[in-house]
């Protein structure tokens, strides 16, 4: 199996973040819920949108959440899914987990307001939706509903296995669940059910277009925006006709793996299977991201994808300038010998090695950052551009690359012998305070934050990013595809053609 392991949102340098100093109610259909008010923003934690998926729920489609009585304290987050012992997440986790977080606009208006549901990255094997502080988002413009739901992950949202018949996707039903609830209850919150963006990162971006190609989301979300992300990322080696391994993995293969996992532990079924408990699947936790073959995903997202069979919606779509300088995104050994990394390319691109090493030549020293551009021309800024005229043969489309190359750090980053440069998940905390905190920016970068808040939420509203006070940005069409670049006081036209050797790539 190939994922990606997306940036876990952990603590950032920070300038502080202030307590909450009132609270709210509001009436949903599952019972009243009172919240947490913070100036001019509301925030509801931890809101039940789906039963708990244990014990004999482990490995089934989420089941409606029970309602409750009496007031419902949401004023703190639940704990995140059960995830990859390797990359640990801060806080509890538990399979107890499907819960989603609602950040409001305090203020009212006279119209509902547009609705953004955010799907957390992680590689499928980890994340939390409780990290992502939405305040930036519904503060900016008229005011954007954001909705943070978790989701399973791993090998307790993913499992493939003979013994259940519908397996594979778990965790994108889980998802579907959250947006029938958007859907059933969002209009409590002054949310307007009838103008939903489905959005995410890296994993988050993957679920969004699986999601535009099951025949389950339909109706459910009316835009759609991928950030590091779609239904034709592939990763190396690329063994025949020039393709890799995707997110979304033959169902066989899975299944043979679930029965190497059922050997190991001992369990001969899935009731077995579903009494163990959560801490003996540690070592199979990264081993499983969604498969296709059942009625979540019927055939694979890039398939469907490339006939033109997915959701007629809007979409915001793009990339990092330098998405693989991050070891998580590639990974990206550093310090990277000639001799490696000659290897390197010449067991990831059988048939096609002498050209790329004459396009992308080794350097003496360390060449972790020539292998880290060459991973992310042809991984993300080949297959994203790619699936932006895709988009744009059918649907409004826009088009982005994040180019802030002096981008805050996340805390914890491997140290690597090269700048990181705009590193996959580098964009996000300019539209989330992660973990509540926020980013060490310059004043340029400050005025960045408010430039994509501003795009996003414009876009949530009406599906173009263009709005009163922002750089224009031009949609992406066959004749004209403008890729808007996203930088500190350079916000305008990019040239991901040259910069990330689009031609090369596409001769081959």
Do not use: K
């Amino acid at each position: 199996m190939r994922v990606v392991a997306a940036v876990v949102a952990v603590v950032l340098l920070v300038t502080g973040c202030s307590a909450p100093r009132a609270v709210d109610t509001v009436d949903t259909g599952g019972g009243r819920l009172i919240g947490s008010v913070t100036g001019d923003i509301r925030t509801f934690q931890g809101i039940p949108f789906a039963a708990p998926p244990t014990g004999q729920r482990r490995w089934r489609p989420p089941e409606p959440a029970a309602p409750w009585t009496g007031t419902r304290d949401a004023r703190r987050p639940a704990p995140a899914c059960v995830q990859s012992p390797h990359d640990p997440v801060p806080g509890p986790q538990s399979e107890d987990c499907l819960y989603l977080n609602v950040t409001t606009p305090a203020a009212g208006l006279d119209r509902p307001r547009p609705v953004l549901v955010w799907l957390y990255g992680g590689g499928f094997y980890q994340g939390n939706a409780a990290e992502y502080h939405a305040a930036r988002l519904a503060g900016s413009g008229d005011g954007t509903v954001v909705v943070t739901p978790g989701y399973r992950l791993g090998v307790f949202g993913f499992l493939t296995h003979a013994g259940l018949p519908d397996s594979g996707a778990f965790g994108l039903a889980d998802q579907h669940a959250a947006l029938r609830w958007v859907r059933d209850n969002i209009a409590a919150f002054g949310g307007d059910p009838g103008n939903v963006t489905l959005a995410g990162q890296s994993a988050g971006a993957m679920s969004v277009c699986a999601h535009l190609t099951s025949p389950g989301s339909a109706g459910l979300f009316h835009r759609a925006i991928l950030q590091s992300g779609t239904c034709l990322v592939e990763w190396p080696p690329y063994p025949r006709g020039g393709r890799g391994f995707t997110p979304y993995e033959p169902p066989d293969d899975y299944r043979r793996q679930a029965g190497e996992m059922s050997a190991e532990l001992g369990c001969p079924d899935v009731e077995c299977l579903r009494g163990l408990p959560a801490d003996r699947f540690g070592g199979w936790m990264a081993r499983f991201s969604p498969s296709y073959g059942n009625s979540v995903l019927p055939v694979h997202p890039a398939e469907a994808f490339r006939q033109g069979r997915f959701h007629r919606v809007p979409v915001l779509v793009g990339h990092t300038r330098d998405e693989a300088r991050l070891p998580f995104a590639g990974p990206v050994p550093s310090p990277l010998s000639t001799a490696d990394y000659v290897g390197r390319i010449e067991g990831e691109f059988p048939g096609r090695a002498a050209g790329i090493l004459s396009e992308y030549p080794p350097v003496d020293g360390d060449n972790g950052q020539r292998y880290a551009q060459l991973a992310t021309d042809r991984s993300w800024a080949l297959t994203t551009r790619r699936a932006q005229f895709e988009f744009a043969r059918a649907v409004p489309t826009f088009a982005y690359e994040f180019a802030d190359r002096d981008a805050p750090r996340y805390d914890r980053m491997p140290a690597v012998g090269y700048p990181y440069g705009a590193f996959h998940g580098s964009d996000v905390p300019y539209l989330f305070d992660l973990a509540g905190e926020r980013a060490a920016f310059t004043p340029r970068q400050v005025e960045l934050t408010g430039t994509l808040a501003g795009y996003w939420t414009r876009f949530a509203a009406t599906g173009d990013p263009n709005g009163p006070g922002l750089p224009p940005w031009p949609a992406f069409t066959a004749a004209a595809p403008h890729v808007q670049s996203l930088a500190p006081g350079a916000v305008g036209p990019a040239d991901v053609v040259t910069d990330h050797r689009l031609a090369f790539w596409e001769s081959g």
